[in-house]
């Protein structure tokens, strides 16, 4: 059966290219596949080097970078940086810091320019990788370009679900971030399977109306359960899955 789900599951992702799977297709096939996690790829065919990345400046920088296991991939880089250059955002919010930040803090510099403050907001769990962070946005002249703040998990009941999340900062602290994110990345918290639903809701009041939003591995059964939660909020809209490495689900918040 395992199988049967994942030629299937391969087979749409071969028909819709670079067209977002159906969610209702995507159910399907899980539902067709046993064990954990049958539809993500395995680790050695996910897993990138810099050379693969089209942004000339990043695939210099990341040269000694791993790219596809904890932090993302060239592909999923790349089209990134192709959402970032066709929505053009006013502000990215970002939920897991890391490459991930300095990606994004590049192609909002390559868009936008030089000035016109902060363009990255990056939420991580721990201050110890967010001041990691800070260093690679330092290093690469874009630290005035990106904001990295650290919000440690505690465990929440949000819009009825039970999961660690993010303890946001009190109201108020972020105002100046309201309404003004067009893009969400979410490639966080590492925490237990459904631990990343609490983002969006607590997201939302920093995305701008009709956000543009996209979650890593959502190719995981952690993720495909947030994936069926997050269609039943009446906020978020949920578009397809992207079969790009361990798999983009897009939609839009406020739509």
Not at 88 to 95: C, I, K, S
Not at 99 to 127: K, Y
Request: net charge positive; hydrophobic share 40%; charged share 25%.
């Amino acid at each position: 059966m395992k199988s049967v789900g994942r030629r299937a599951f391969k087979a749409l992702a071969w028909l819709y290219g670079e067209r977002p799977l159906p969610v209702s297709a995507v159910r399907l096939t899980r539902r067709l596949a046993l064990g954990d996690d049958p539809l993500l790829p395995p680790a050695w065919l996910v897993g990138t080097s810099s050379t693969a990345i089209r942004n000339s400046q990043l695939r210099d920088r990341l040269a000694s970078q791993e790219l596809g296991g904890m932090a993302l991939g060239a592909r999923t880089i790349n089209l990134l940086e192709r959402e970032v250059r066709r929505l053009r955002p006013e502000l990215v919010l970002e939920f897991g810091s890391g490459i991930s930040t300095l990606c994004l803090a590049q192609f909002m510099f390559d868009v936008h320019g030089p000035g016109g403050g902060i363009r990255v907001l990056s939420i991580d769990q721990d201050e110890r990788y967010a001041t990691v962070t800070r260093g690679l946005l330092q290093e690469a002249g874009l630290a005035d370009a990106a904001r990295v703040v650290a919000c440690p998990l505690s465990q929440q009941t949000i819009e009825g679900f039970t999961a660690n999340c993010y303890t946001m900062p009190p109201a108020g602290d972020l105002r100046e971030f309201e309404g003004r994110a067009g893009m969400v990345l979410v490639d966080g918290p590492a925490a237990e399977n459904g631990a990343r639903f609490g983002t969006l809701p607590l997201g939302r009041a920093y995305a701008a109306n009709g956000a543009r939003f996209m979650l890593d591995d959502a190719l995981r059964d952690g993720e495909l359960d947030t994936m069926r939660r997050w269609s039943r909020l009446p906020y978020v809209r949920v578009q397809g899955l992207r079969v790009v490495e361990k798999g983009i689900l897009v939609g839009l918040v406020n739509p």
